[in-house]
């Protein structure tokens, strides 16, 4: 046995390890949901039970909706404005206060939610007590969101943005297009991919927030893992086990779904690109 | 030399516009928060109102700053102690995040070019799904009487945790060090292999080539050549995961026992339980200051990654 072999085989075995890592409670999860015992670790028999109890569970159906229309906000406002944000960084390369905007926008990527939690309601019981308005609820959730969710839109729009070909935009300038033409008819139909991608993480991460929420929420307004939160520090729920397999399944199905749509339209453009360049 | 009329339509144009309201955007709801923040640090709460700092009376113009918060801060062991126990943990988790996940990242990057999308894919597929159900899920695969229990102490790391002042009895692993950083590092893993897989994909294979052709191994071409080229990525998702660990709330809540008191708990409770918004703010002010450092380093990574990208 070489070298060669063995890093072959010791790579597999650290990447299998790990996959099983990343997994293990995933599995763990969906096969405890379909457990006929409160407990974990006593398997008892198959049943459909804690999905029954889970339809007609209006704590967590409530939550759920609350938390879907909060991060299709979310993912909405994220995109525009990472967009935007992405486009000032990567397009111009000189305005006053860049190291600052830079700062800002990546800032939240990194910082500690209880910190951005706080300051944020902080900022709105002031402006609340000085302008009476915006109460606590939906609205003040979906700004929480927005601004972690513009910095996680803006780096993966970015990201595509500086590997764009400048090419295209000067051809289509020097075709008189203007600034506003340029940006919509070339270079938007090039980053779409990258802002769908943006809008599912922005939304896959609002949907699952906890502190924000929890800081930002009013009465009347908690989201769904705000209610998952709350039940699983009291103990094990394995109806809690039912949303998680039904949401894994959800996610699953999308992701691969997504895959196998991204890989067929880059082979499409590749043979497209291709026709051109023999044409 | 400008005129007015250029300056003025300037700030008309649609450029003023892209880079205008994202930034107010973030003046308004990332920058002011944080100054709020400052000021109720340094403010005496009266009922449910904060006195004013500055305060003109009688002809005196006067600026009060209570800074007993700060001074309690540092005089309480309690606090220091849990400010260093995040510091720790954080700490901890980022070393195991990069033992674990550097080799992944090196694997998934030398595997056959059509399998690494599929691996990509693979990685990204738990991040995607629910992190609080995840982390819930170890909650009930670490339980007592578990399968993972059993694994454990049969095997004899039980013992070892225990030695290591890991658990707090060779038996139990929930609530315990073992199980706050176990569920840190399973929950950050991602945001580790994520940066560095990146960093590693794109790196030269041509120069290991030369390494070897000159006579290096291929252990010491790993650590002359490869480490060192994929710098930015470590420390890029060692920020990604040390900074967010120090102030994380969730998962020493859910995971984590009354040895492993964290700084996020501490300000929550403040906040929610004492109703000491001050205590908070200062607490918040301290933590921020604590993880500058690292931020401003996890910044200038940003900027040279995007200035490197061109």
């Known amino acids: 046995m070489n070298a060669a072999t063995i890093n072959r085989w010791f790579g597999r075995s650290w990447l299998g390890a790990g996959y099983l890592f990343l997994y293990l409670p995933i599995a763990a999860l969906v096969l405890y949901s379909f457990n006929d015992s409160p407990l974990p670790n006593v398997w008892r028999g198959f049943t459909l039970k804690w999905y029954a109890a889970l339809a007609v569970d209006e704590e967590l159906l409530a939550g759920l909706w609350l938390s879907l229309k909060v991060a299709f ?135 699952d927030d906890v502190v924000l929420s929890a800081f930002l929420s009013g009465p009347g307004s908690t989201t769904m893992p705000l209610v998952i939160f709350s039940r699983a520090r009291l103990g094990l729920n394995p109806s809690v086990n039912a949303v998680a397999t039904i949401i894994v399944v959800l996610v699953a199905i999308g992701v691969v779904v997504a895959s196998y749509l991204i890989a067929r339209a880059e082979r499409q453009r590749m043979l497209e690109m291709a026709a051109a360049n023999r044409a | 030399m400008t005129t007015m009329r250029q300056h003025l339509r ?33 403010s005496e709460m009266q009922n449910v109102t904060f006195k004013d700092l500055i305060v003109f009376k009688d002809g005196l113009l006067q600026l009060t700053l209570k800074f007993s918060t700060y001074q309690f801060i540092g005089d309480d062991a309690l606090y220091i102690d849990t400010y260093l126990r995040s510091l720790k943990y954080a700490a901890v988790t980022t070393l195991f995040c990069l033992a674990i996940g550097y080799p992944f990242a090196y694997f998934m990057a030398r595997a056959k070019t059509t399998v690494q999308p599929a691996l990509l894919m693979l990685v990204m597929l738990p991040f995607w799904t629910s992190f609080l159900l995840r982390v819930y899920a170890w909650k009930g695969l670490l339980s007592e009487g578990g399968w993972v229990e059993q694994l454990i102490v049969g095997s004899g790391l039980g013992q070892l945790l225990f030695q290591a002042g890991l658990t ?143």
């Open chain 2, 168 to 310: 707090e009895t060779a038996g139990r692993l929930m609530n315990t060090p073992f199980s706050l950083v176990l569920g840190m590092t399973y929950t950050y893993l991602p945001f580790m292999v994520l940066p560095l897989y990146a960093n590693l994909a794109k790196m030269d294979l041509r120069l290991l080539e030369a390494a070897t052709d000159l006579g290096a191994s291929a252990w010491v071409a790993f650590w002359t050549i490869t480490v060192p080229l994929s710098k930015a990525g470590i420390i890029a998702g060692s920020m990604l995961v040390f900074i967010p660990c120090v102030g994380e709330f969730v998962i020493p809540e859910l995971l984590g026992g009354p040895s492993t008191l964290m700084i996020g708990r501490v300000m929550w409770d403040e906040f929610f339980s004492n109703n000491d918004w001050p205590m908070a703010a200062s607490l918040a002010v301290v933590m921020v200051l604590l993880v500058i450092v690292p931020l401003a380093i996890f910044n200038k990574y940003q900027a040279e990654a995007q200035e490197g990208q061109k």
């Open chain 1, 73 to 207: 906000m979310t993912a909405c406002g994220s995109v525009v404005l990472g967009t935007m944000a992405a486009f000032s960084l990567v397009k111009y390369k000189r305005f006053t206060g860049r190291t600052m905007f830079s700062g800002m926008v990546n800032a939240p990527l990194v910082m500690p939610e209880v910190v951005i939690g706080l300051s944020l309601l902080l900022m709105l019981v002031s402006v609340q007590r000085a302008m009476g308005f915006p109460e606590r609820g939906q609205m003040t959730i979906w700004f929480g969101h927005m601004l972690v969710g513009m910095a996680y839109a803006t780096v993966v729009i970015q990201a595509r943005l500086h590997d764009l070909n400048p090419q295209l935009e000067e051809a289509a300038m020097d075709l008189g297009a203007r600034p506003h033409q340029v940006f919509f008819l070339v270079t938007l139909p090039m980053i779409t991919q990258s802002m769908l991608a943006a809008w599912l993480l922005t939304f896959t991460l609002s949907l």
């Open chain 2, 10 to 42: 300037s700030l008309l144009s649609g450029r003023a516009a892209v880079i205008g309201m994202p930034y107010l955007w973030l003046l308004v709801f990332f920058l002011l928060p944080f100054l709020i923040v400052a000021r109720i640090s340094v």
